[in-house]
């Protein structure tokens, strides 16, 4: 039996060695880029199918010369050497050449079964490697539709979990590729020098490109985390809240016929509220900021310019309702 396909990884190692370095470039990618990541990984897999469908007829030709190793055809000769030797109707090395034969016979059977071995085991190599590619390429995939913090805050969040759930497969992920180790670590027995080097890159380079794809999804994360969307909408109600609560205090109605005691309590108090208005305005000057920040970032409506105008509204309509009161 001549060395079949399984013993020659090289020729899937130009497809994997375009992934290794698109690998490299993933976190600098855009979107032609990881659409040139996809298809580099669509052509490992063809290369794959063909490499499984030369494996399998690789094993189908080993079955049959092994089919043809009939155990009871040497067996029939040894018995009939051993006849001849015994009836002395032989020429007496018959029985030598017979255990010759059946020598030759477990060699050939059992190279023939260490071939079938080898093949089958770089093909279950060949299966398992193919299915990680496939796994990373759907999680390639979500990976691409999440790059983006264009949208409503709906869709942020929706991005923002699809990337938790990418990180919460890295559990996942090291069982895979422990199982694909194991089973190159099999496959490796039947390659030359050249062919276990080729194995090992690539290991190397599934094992880069899953640990590319944790590195793309954690800055994803790390950056949807600081559009801080529950941080702004938190300070903008607390500060809705507490103007409500000023504008009620300074519009109740003030006690009949107030004495000067009265009078100079109230205005004590609104001049405090003053003094608190003018530190809220910080508050408010930075959620305006932080507004016109989210608004690049998303292009959401509710951080225009109307949006981020309204609080500053209410805010110079309480603080000259104060004023009056205070002058009053």
């Given at each position: ?118 093949c089958q085991e770089s093909q279950a190599f060949g299966d398992t490697l193919q299915g990680v590619w496939a796994w ?156 016109r920040e989210l608004f690049k970032k998303t292009d959401d409506a509710s951080f225009n310019h109307g949006a981020r ?20």
């Open positions: 039996h001549t060395q079949s396909s399984h013993n020659n990884p090289h020729s899937i190692h130009t497809h994997y060695q375009i992934q290794k370095e698109a690998g490299k470039l993933q976190l600098h990618l855009t979107k032609v880029g990881a659409a040139q990541v996809q298809e580099s990984l669509s052509s490992c897999q063809e290369e794959w199918k063909r490499y499984q469908d030369s494996c399998s007829q690789s094993q189908q030709d080993l079955q049959e010369s092994i089919g043809l190793l009939k155990k009871e055809s040497i067996e029939r000769v040894c018995q009939e050497a051993q006849a001849l030797s015994e009836s002395g109707r032989g020429s007496g090395g018959e029985v030598r050449v017979a255990g010759q034969l059946q020598m030759e016979y477990q060699a050939l059977l059992k190279a023939a079964r260490e071939s079938l071995r080898g990373l390429e759907e999680i390639q995939e979500k990976l691409g539709t999440v790059d983006s913090t264009i949208g409503t805050k709906e869709q942020l969040e929706q991005r923002l979990e699809t990337v938790q759930d990418i990180l919460l497969l890295k559990g996942e992920g090291e069982v895979k590729l422990n199982m694909v180790m194991g089973k190159a670590e099999l496959a490796l027995r039947s390659y030359g020098v050249s062919g276990q080097e080729v194995v090992r890159s690539q290991l190397q380079e599934v094992e880069d490109a899953w640990a590319t794809l944790l590195v793309t999804a954690m800055s994803c994360h790390r950056y949807h985390n600081m559009l801080h969307w529950g941080g702004y909408l938190k300070s903008a109600a607390q500060l809705r809240s507490w103007m409500e609560a000023v504008k009620r205090e300074v519009c109740a109605p003030l006690p009949p016929q107030p004495g000067p005691r009265e009078k100079a309590s109230q205005l004590e108090r609104l001049r405090a509220l003053m003094t608190d208005l003018e530190d809220h305005q910080m508050a408010l000057s930075s959620l305006e900021e932080k507004a105008t309204q609080l500053q509204v209410q805010f110079d309509h309480l603080t000259a309702l104060v004023e009056v009161n205070t002058t009053s």
